[in-house]
């Protein structure tokens, strides 16, 4: 059956079969390695009798929403007779027959060959796995209910995927679409008296609760847990709606029905209830869910601490504002050669902003002499007077007035000395650069709708077309940007 397991072989189950998941079961064989004949047969219902002939019977509930079953050897191998084959779409019960299990180092030439048979029916209920008929000759498998209702439990409240979001999501498994399927009932049947108290399941950020509503009956529902142990917490609960779980008395024992159970947690919630009615007020799934919220509040912390130091590089200490920081700016380039002043240009007003702005533009183009070219000094006054740039300085980026200052023959060429820090090694190198070139994004700066970016962008690129005089107008700006 397609699905992944969710309780390992040995856990529960015979010398014949072990259950796996909701969709899986294992039949064990007497060959490790080779050929049996094997056989599925769909019924329209439970078989009247048990079929004679067979050394071992077993059954188990199985949960088919794709009405489609596979039987998969040891090694992963097929048969094209085996595979998907058609069965009734939601709960079916499989009964295993198996004969002449014969391991191969005692079979020989003469001895039958080793025989299985799947009988499957559709049902409404999930009830246990069960031996039907004991091979004589089998081994009785220590039964670990504490075991399986952990991994029950898990399965029902699983931590969000790991996978990046950056990533596609993964396709729908064809094989787990349940659309238009009824709801189901576990049951499960004790010989001796049984109790089941209201109260709260623990289920590590999420709880079941157990309401009683009359001497027979509770309401079962999911909710968030008051104290949630994860860093973050579950917010999709398992089951959305309300079931009723009763409990009734007869003369062959006390029986259990949970009713109004989706399919593909039936086989969980069994497994629950068989732990729960064995031995009430334990649950052993919480020590494995505390551990892996200790493991993922400590990768939070670690994450934490490694994105704080990678803050304090990048930022040269402390990180700015949100704001800031999600600027498409040079406020980066800004802290590492300044950090206070990055704090200070942030505090002002908007108004103030883009008077740093216009400030720290104007002492760019007179740096780089470009403030007496005339289109450039007429675009510096417009901005001063809060009148809106020409289309050459606000479209594509600047790029028309990027060109322009190429082609313009009055435009000096003066270069200056950077000093620059390198990425990986924290060192700095030199490098000579064209004093007019470092300065003119700054005039340019001043197109940005948003003051601050543009103050920002303005302040840093005017540092840098100061070259080796960087600090001392640093120290003015600090005077200026009050």
């Known amino acids: 059956m397609p699905g992944a397991s969710g309780v390992e072989i040995y856990v529960l189950g015979d010398d014949l079969l072990h259950v796996g998941g909701p969709n899986q079961l294992t039949g064990f064989c007497g060959i490790h390695t080779g050929w049996i004949e094997a056989r599925v047969r769909v019924l329209p219902g439970p078989p009247a009798e048990v079929d004679a002939g067979w050394d071992a019977i077993s059954e188990a509930t199985l949960w088919s929403p794709s009405g489609r079953l596979s039987v998969v050897g040891l090694m992963g191998g097929t048969s094209a007779a085996l595979t998907d084959v058609a069965v009734p779409r939601g709960l079916i019960r499989v009964r295993v027959h198996a004969r002449d299990r014969l391991h191969e180092t005692v079979r020989t030439d003469d001895d039958p060959p080793e025989r299985h048979e799947l009988h499957i029916w559709a049902v409404s209920e999930e009830t246990p796995w069960r031996t039907v008929l004991a091979d004589p000759g089998g081994r009785a498998w220590e039964q670990k209910p504490a075991k399986a209702a952990e991994r029950a439990m898990l399965s029902l409240v699983p931590r969000p995927s790991g996978r990046p979001a950056i990533l596609r999501p993964l396709p729908a498994d064809p094989y787990e679409d349940d659309a238009g399927l009824p709801r189901v009932t576990v049951v499960r049947h004790r010989p001796v008296p049984v109790a089941v108290f209201g109260g709260v399941l623990p289920a590590g950020d999420l ?27 579950l917010d999709t609960l398992p089951d959305d709606e309300q079931s009723s779980v009763r409990l009734t008395s007869g003369p062959d024992g006390f029986t259990l029905r949970h009713e109004g159970m989706l399919g593909r947690q039936a086989f969980a919630l069994g497994l629950i209830w068989d732990h729960l009615l064995e031995t009430a007020g334990s649950y052993p799934w919480m020590e494995t869910l505390r551990v892996q919220a200790a493991e993922a509040t400590a990768l939070v912390e670690k994450s934490r601490r490694l994105k704080a130091e990678r803050d304090a590089e990048q930022w040269g200490g402390a990180p700015p504002s949100d704001r800031v920081r999600g600027l498409v700016s040079q406020a980066r ?97 030199v490098t000579e650069a064209l004093q007019q070139a470092a300065a003119f994004p700054a005039l340019i700066a001043l197109a940005n709708d948003d003051p601050l970016v543009a103050a920002i962008d303005a302040v840093y690129n005017a540092a840098i077309a100061h070259g080796d005089d960087r600090d001392r107008f640093l120290t003015e700006a600090h005077t200026a940007l009050v």
Not at 214 to 227: H, I, P, Q, V, Y
Not at 346 to 369: F, H, I, K, N, Y
Not at 395 to 401: K, L, N, Y
């Open 207 to 233: 709880e079941a609760r157990l309401e009683r509503v009359d001497g027979k009956t509770l309401t079962w529902s999911w909710a968030a847990a008051g104290e949630p142990i994860f860093p973050h917490p």
């Open 333 to 429: 380039s800004l802290a590492q050669i300044d950090r206070p002043l990055l704090d200070r240009i942030d505090a002002l007003s908007a108004a103030r902003q883009r008077e740093a702005a216009c400030w720290a533009a104007r002492r760019a183009m007179r740096v780089a002499g470009l403030e007496r070219i005339g289109w450039i000094a007429d675009a510096l006054a417009a901005a001063e007077a809060d009148r809106p740039l020409s289309p050459p300085f606000t479209e594509q980026g600047g790029t028309a007035a990027f060109n322009r200052r190429l082609s313009d023959p009055e435009v000096p060429h003066t270069t200056i000395t950077l000093h620059l820090a390198a990425r990986t090694s924290g060192t700095r190198h």
